[in-house]
């Protein structure tokens, strides 16, 4: 499945994992330009998240940049012409792409992997935290890069970094804006594996593939539990916790499992 560029390559490519069909591979595609976002890679990146969110045999995805980039946030070309032609609606794009596709990333009902294999700035680093979790390259970079520019945060950051890191360390990365690296990353709980550059795709894939194994209706209700806990009170958390048990306990993936624990074997999950 795959997208055409103005630039003559497709702006995002949709793969199966060839070891496991499973697992879709949805990769942003400009490594000339650092795979920074254009109106087109953004619709094409949106349509390719909504299509393997649909899909049935997809259980888990990961997302993926060509290059030596994960993703440079928003095409600041592009994004000048848009204000010369008209300031007023140059940020429309915030609501029509950025916020559906954060949206597509920290809401679809299967887990999704980061492959972070190099710098994930501004939007791109939005992106890579809507995902549930992330595996970087030891020469990964990271930073919001929003005032530098006389802009505050999109692409969910002001939540996302508040979650992750405590609203301190979030204020420090906005208004300041300076990077930090793969180690930093993982010692604040941003990142969950940080390894070497080449081996980024295949360690999220082997993390995806263990996912796309696993009961995925439950992971589901997990990540919209988690997303519920953030922030609501005590006794709505309860009131849904509650709720979520009483749907999966009528699934046939707890079913399996159950069978499976007093049988001594491993489950085979099917997503049911």
Known sequence: ???????GAPAVLVTPDDKDPAVAIVTLNRPA?????TVELKE???????RVSADPSVRAV?????????CVGQDLGEHVESLRGNAATSFDTVEKHYNPIVRALATMPKPVVAAINGGAVGAGLGFALACDLRVCADTATFATAFAAIGLTADSGLSASLVHSLGAARATELLLLGESFDAAQAQASGLVRTVVP???VLGAALELARKLAAGPTVAYA?????????????LDTV???????QARLGVTEDHREAVEAFLAKRRPYFQGA
């Open 33 to 37: 330009k650092r795979n920074a976002l």
């Open 1 to 7: 499945m795959e997208t055409n560029s103005g630039e």
């Open 62 to 70: 990961v997302l993926a940049g060509t290059g030596k980039s994960f």
């Open 221 to 233: 209700e997990i990540k919209k539990a988690v997303a519920l806990g953030a922030v609501s009170s």
């Open 197 to 199: 550059a080449p081996e």
């Open 238 to 244: 309860l009131e849904a916790e509650a709720a979520a």
């Open 44 to 50: 094409a990146l949106l349509e390719a998240l909504e």
